[in-house]
């Protein structure tokens, strides 16, 4: 995703609490054309800290005096019996999983409004959030789906219209992909918390879609492709 509004011109700044990135991002910085006028830049930031997320956001929004859009990603997972879900396990969960979405939309939002800017935010939720998987214990990573998709609806309402100042008019949506081949489910193949075939014998095509996949969703919906869709 963050490829794809690089090639349409932006400048991406990537935020994850990882010190530096991985080598997926190495390569597609190397991939990005400078022709096409945007950059590919990274930071490292705890989304559940509120102080660091206004902070670093803050200082991307002052660089041009604008900050057009959001792509809120960040998710970690565990495979658990409901029955054996520990109280501190669902904290972490959720403040990664929901607060640090609703932090990051907010501290977004708040330059947006700063700077008159007509944003546009896409919360990444799951399928998860509305079906249980079959097979696949995850109660509360499915349920912090479920309270992402619901947090969208409402910020939708809250900052959709345009005010009498030129403030607002902040689009917002989720999106709700399948399954996706990630590091984080091979990790759950790896370890027989998944099992492959059955994910690919549930799906229509046959298989488990690719990061790649969602490259155009991503910039459709922070674009004016997407200008009359809110959750």
């Known amino acids: 995703m963050a490829e794809g509004l690089v090639e349409a011109g932006g ?4 935020l ?20 096409h006028g ?5 930071h490292q930031v705890d989304v559940s800290n509120s102080e660091q997320l206004e902070q670093l956001i803050g200082k991307i929004a002052s660089e041009k005096q604008r900050l057009d859009g959001l792509i809120a990603a960040a998710g970690i997972q565990k495979v658990c019996s409901a029955l054996e879900y520990s109280s501190e396990d669902i904290a972490k969960m959720l403040s990664v ?13 708040r330059q947006m409004y700063k700077y008159r ?16 998987n079959k097979g696949f214990i995850a109660p509360v990573y ?4 479920a309270a992402v998709v619901q947090l969208a609806r409402n ?8 005010n009498p100042d030129g403030s607002g008019g902040i689009r917002v949506n989720t999106l709700s992909p399948g399954h996706i081949l990630t590091p984080m489910v091979e990790e759950n193949f790896r370890k027989g918390e998944a099992d492959r075939k059955a994910w690919e014998e549930n799906s229509m095509l046959g298989r488990i ?4 996949e969602y490259k155009a969703a991503g910039l459709f919906l922070l674009s004016r492709a997407s200008s009359y869709m809110v959750s």
Not at 38 to 42: K, N, P
Not at 209 to 212: D, F
């Open 117 to 132: 800017i007509q944003g546009s935010m896409c919360l990444i939720a799951s399928m998860s959030g509305t079906i249980a």
């Open 11 to 14: 400048t991406v700044h990537c």
């Open 142 to 145: 499915n349920s912090s789906k």
């Open 209 to 212: 879609s690719e990061p790649e």
């Open 38 to 42: 945007g950059s590919l830049q990274y």
């Open 155 to 162: 910020l939708a309402m809250e900052w959709g219209r345009m």
């Open 16 to 35: 994850d609490i990882l010190p530096a990135p991985d080598d997926s991002f190495g390569i597609a910085r190397e991939r990005v054309k400078h022709e």
């Open 97 to 109: 999983n929901y607060t640090g979405v609703f932090l990051a939309a907010r501290a977004c939002a």
